[in-house]
């Protein structure tokens, strides 16, 4: 059975920065990666994509230009580098693809 586990979450300030990864019990090196986010009383968003080799990303409006999404395909990792973070971005993050979805690990940006 595919695991999804992230990691890198935490309290931090605003404008500050965090890496979340997300390990993988396999491989998913065909498969584009998704970042979600649900924040306190609000469904869950979509916040960013990578495919299989890297060549495509995506990002939703609110994270563009400060949020990167990567990926290393032979440590099975998703990656998500996030600056300039405001407490908007406060929220449990989680990494998906296919029907596989993490626990999720938890952002809190305080002002």
């Known amino acids: 059975q595919v695991q999804l586990v992230e990691s890198g979450g935490g309290l931090v300030q605003a404008g500050g920065s965090l890496r979340l990864s997300c390990t993988a019990s396999?491989?998913?090196?065909?498969?584009?990666m998704n970042w979600f986010r649900q924040a306190p009383g609000k469904e869950r968003e979509f916040v960013a994509s990578?495919?299989?080799?890297?060549?495509?990303?995506n990002y939703a409006d609110s994270v563009k230009e400060r949020f990167t999404i990567s990926r290393d395909n032979a440590k099975n990792t998703l990656y998500l580098q996030m600056n300039s973070l405001t407490p908007d971005d406060t929220a449990v993050y989680y990494c998906?693809?296919?029907?596989?979805w993490g626990k999720g690990t938890l952002v809190t940006v305080s002002l």
């Open positions: 990578i495919s299989s080799h890297s060549r495509f990303v």
């Open positions: 396999t491989s998913f090196s065909i498969y584009t």
């Open positions: 998906n693809y296919k029907d596989y």
